[in-house]
């Protein structure tokens, strides 16, 4: 089967969309997440069927360079390998290797009275459900949390939150076509929601950054996994904040990952972590804050305004 010659999906349902091996198609006749399992959560609205299951993970953009970039659009593509990302936060997080569990596990060895004196247990959506707080001023949801326990006893919460990056426009057309295998793939009518870096995802870092700040147990910080791309945009907005030396109170750890090398069909490509970085979370949000990596757009403000009222 053919790619399409623009834009275009780097994976669906885990697998290269133009994969027509026997393990891909099964999974894209499941309709589960390879990665988590139960019904993917992406979704598409096609024409005379309403709402379907899409398994969207990641898409492929052209580049003004020339090339091309991969870009994970999914947050569960995230938890590959049984949520090695997050097992990667606690690693750093917590001294010593604890066994690590989920939710499910941690109750069934809690029963059996088979809990080690030490451990980690992962809770969010698909692990004992996310972690949710409010008082009068907000309310707001915690991606996952790691609970590290010693003999008995909750010796430290790690807060991680984990984004990837929504779509605009509609990659119909070309989900379609690799779905009914033809023999013509039209180019992706899909664009990257960076706009939601600075109108959501910045926002909701530093607000539960600063919740992190106030609590006793958040010794090591607040974590944040995401794609490599996305937090390229970060950066543009945020400019480069100075890094500090390791995880601590007040300070954010930050691990991004990409798609591994390409692998032949009837394969999933592995997920590599690209970077680890660590800055003071008022040093983040001060640089967000100060807008000076925006002062480009300042100028262009006071331009566009004075040529709207010479034109008028």
Not at 159 to 170: H, K, L, N, R
Not at 274 to 288: L, N
């Amino acid at each position: 089967m053919p790619r399409a010659s623009g834009k275009d999906f780097a994976e669906i349902f885990g697998y290269a969309p133009d994969d027509t091996s026997t393990p891909a198609r099964r999974q894209w006749k499941s309709q589960e997440c390879p990665f988590v399992g139960n019904t993917c959560i992406k979704r598409i609205n096609l024409p005379g069927s309403g709402w379907v299951v899409s398994g969207a993970c990641s898409v492929a953009n052209k580049v003004r360079s020339g090339g091309t970039e991969e870009v994970i659009i999914c947050l569960q593509r995230l938890y590959d390998n049984g949520y090695e990302s997050l097992q990667a936060c606690a690693r750093d997080a917590v001294e010593g290797t604890p066994p690590i569990f989920l939710a499910d596990e941690f109750s069934r060895l809690k029963v059996a009275g088979e809990l080690p004196e030490d451990y980690i247990v992962l809770l969010g959506k698909n692990s004992g459900g996310e972690i949710t707080l409010r008082n009068t001023a907000a309310q707001l949801s915690i991606d996952w949390v790691m609970a590290h326990v010693n003999s008995g006893t909750l010796d430290l919460v790690v807060p991680c939150e984990v984004q990837s990056i929504d779509t605009t426009g509609s990659y119909r057309e070309t989900w379609q076509a690799y779905s009914k295998e033809q023999p013509l793939i039209p180019n992706s009518g899909h664009g990257m929601n960076w706009a939601n870096v600075w109108k959501r995802l910045i926002p909701q870092l530093m607000l539960k950054g600063a919740v992190a700040s106030t609590s006793s147990l958040c010794k090591q910080g607040l974590y944040f996994v995401l794609p490599d791309r996305v937090y390229v945009q970060f950066e543009k907005l945020v400019g480069r904040v100075p890094q500090v030396g390791g995880p601590g109170p007040g300070v954010l750890t930050v691990m991004t990952y990409a798609l591994g090398p390409e692998v032949s069909a009837g394969n999933i490509r592995s997920l590599v972590r690209r970077r680890v970085m660590r800055v003071s979370i008022p040093d983040f949000a001060e640089a967000f804050a100060s807008g000076r990596e925006l002062l480009p757009l300042g100028l262009e403000l006071d331009r566009k305004v004075d040529s709207t009222l010479a034109r008028l």
